[in-house]
């Protein structure tokens, strides 16, 4: 388990782990962001990010999730609103923004 954030409630943690043990030739995703009820214990993945998915971190407002993914040889941002949790689509945010020219794809 890695990178964990705290909801703004504290009633959950989100964090990254490995699914799965290292070898030479791993096969992906290798990483996913799980969420742990703290009332429940329970954890559960809320990605299924096809190369992997981590670096879990809250928005200063508290309303949305930010993560890294990483597929073949490209990175991403994804934005997933926390207040809908898994209604919510999640935006990927470096390909919004290369759309508005404000960073390269």
């Known amino acids: ?42 954890s559960k993945s809320i990605t299924g990010a096809l190369g992997s998915a981590m670096r879990p971190m809250i928005t200063p407002d508290g309303k949305s999730l930010i993560y890294a ?18 209604a919510s689509e999640p935006r990927e945010l470096l390909t919004e923004l290369a759309d508005a020219g404000l960073a390269e794809p």
Not at 22 to 37: E, G, I, N, S
Not at 69 to 86: C, F, I
């Open 1 to 42: 388990i890695r990178q964990a954030t705290f909801s703004p409630d504290g009633n959950s943690i989100y964090f990254a782990m490995r699914d799965g043990a290292w070898t030479y030739d791993a096969q992906f995703p290798m990483w996913q962001v799980y969420k742990l009820d703290r009332t429940t214990g329970k």
């Open 69 to 86: 993914t990483r597929e073949k040889t490209q990175t991403g941002l994804v934005l997933r609103d926390l207040e809908r949790d898994a």
